[in-house]
Structure formats: C-alpha cells, structure tokens
C-alpha cells in the first residue's frame, strides 16, 4: 500500500482506502463555500430572556473563535506544502478557514439578529491563538482539532437548548461542517504522524487527551449554562466529547486504513457518541 506521508501528490488522490488527498478537500469545502446555506433566516430571531441570558456571552465566544485569520496556520501549512510537494493542501486548508468564518459571519448575523454585539476579546481564545503561533503545523492542528472537538458538542448541546428554530437551523448547519472539519484535521494529523512508532502515537493520543479535558475546565465556568440547558452536565460533556475524539483518532490512525476498516465506512467508534449528526434532530 501507498504510503501517504511520502511523496503526497496534490493532483492525485492518495491510495489508501478513504484517506482523502488535499485535492478532494479543497474540492469538497470549494463546494460547500459555493452551496446553500440552508439556514433559515427568513423566520426571524427570538429568544426567550431565559435564553439570552444563558446563551448570549457563550455564543459571543464561539463566535470570537470561529472568525480566526488563521494567518500561522497557513504559514505552517505552506513550509509543510513545500516540504512535502502537497500543493493542494494550502488550498484546500485556506478554503476550510474561509468556512470557519463564514460560520462567524453567520453566528454574527444571529447576535444582531437578537440585539446583541459581537465581543473583541476572551482570554480563552488568546491563549489557543498564542499558543498555536508558537507551535509547528502538528501542535497547531492538534489544538485547533481540540477546539473543533469541543464545538462538535457544544452546537449540539446549543441546538439543544433553545426553542429558537433559527438558532437550531444554524447550529445543525454548523454542526454538519463540522463532522467534515474533524475528519479533515484528524487524517491531517495521521499523515503527519504515519511513520511514527506505536508508542509515540499512543503518547500523542494521551497527550491530546489532556489536551481536551483541560480545555472542558478552561471553557466549563462561561459556557456550562449552555451545556446544562442542553441537558449535558461537565461528566456528560467530558464522555461526548472523548467520544467524538475516539471518532477523530480513527480517522488519523493508520492501522483503520490498512486494514481497511475505515473502507467505504466510518470509524466503528462513531455510533457510541450520542451526538452524531443523525441523532441530532
Ligand atoms: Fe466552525
Ligand atoms: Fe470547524
């Protein structure tokens, strides 16, 4: 079997069962950037003042973490292009950020929807931010992935906790970007990481495990109400969101491609979360 870490061609799709080449990303998010928004901003915006009291501040910081430049990222990325002759990943990655911040502009047009301003600063979000200008392109996209982990759960716990059909038509939206967003991140991972040893994979994962639960204490005081409201309290939200990473080390694992259980299928992990876009609603 093809192995993806060497010799990437951007033109050509990699060998390896559903590993996806950077081609098929920036065709896949081109696509998604050129689609429907299928949001419905016909009906309006109206929250309850239960709601806005629970939701507000929290949705203001997701929003402050979705509109990121991803300036550093892109400089990683291209070294990593240069280094790797993967040419279409700069591409390909440049269309994902323009995704994010679109779910910006869109959480945007929610909070002035509802009356409310957009926030300039989170501690939250400038110690990720640093952090990741100081970090290569694999601790980059490993916090980065964390943060996409934690989103996963918290636009379903969002949609959860409001009665606003808008809101949960956005978050829904949100929440099927961002299925593909881990799955792009993770393989990203995987190939950066392929001929690593068992153990230093295994070490990584550990690493990135706290990596995720430190993060759930960091964000758990401003944005518990929300996972409450949504029917998830910190143990619950710490099980969704390991599971959801299980999901994405699947993806980046090489032994799910080379034995092909990830052939034509998802990570077997998958259907153990709770939150998958099917049982969202
Ligand atoms: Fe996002
Ligand atoms: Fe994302």
Redesign the pocket.
């Known amino acids: 079997m093809t192995d993806p870490s060497r010799g990437i061609q951007s033109t050509e799709p990699i060998v390896s069962n559903e590993m996806k080449s950077s081609l098929f990303w920036k065709k896949h998010f081109k696509r998604t950037r050129d689609g429907d928004s299928s949001i419905t901003w016909e009906i309006g915006a109206s929250l309850t003042d239960d709601e806005r009291k629970a939701i507000v501040a929290s949705v203001q910081e997701f929003q402050m973490g979705e509109r990121s430049e991803g300036k550093n990222l892109m400089r990683f990325a291209i070294q990593h292009a240069i280094s790797s002759g993967d040419t279409e990943y700069p591409k390909a990655l440049r269309y994902f950020i323009y995704e ?1 911040n679109r779910h910006a502009s869109d959480l945007q047009r929610f909070l002035e929807a509802i009356g409310e301003k957009t926030i300039r600063k989170s501690w939250i979000n400038r110690i990720f931010s640093k952090t990741r200008r100081l970090a290569g392109l694999e601790l980059s996209i490993s916090i980065l992935v964390t943060a ?1 982990v934690v ?1 996963t759960v918290y636009y379903a716990a969002l949609a959860a906790a409001t009665d606003s059909i808008l809101l949960k038509s956005l978050c829904r939206k949100i929440l099927r ?2 299925d593909w ?1 881990i799955q792009f991140q993770f393989q990203r991972l995987g190939l950066l990481r392929w001929n690593r040893s068992k153990v230093q994979n295994r070490f990584a994962k550990t690493l990135h495990g706290v990596l995720l639960f430190l993060t759930l204490i960091a964000i758990w005081p401003k944005h518990g109400r929300v996972f409450r409201r949504g029917g998830m309290g910190f143990r619950r939200l710490v099980s969704e969101t390991f599971c959801e990473l299980h999901v994405g080390f699947e993806w980046m694992d090489r032994n799910s491609y080379r034995k092909g259980s990830l052939h034509n299928s998802l990570p077997s992990t998958r259907d153990r979360c709770h939150l998958r876009p099917e049982t969202r609603g």
């Open positions: 994010e996409e989103a970007d961002e967003h």
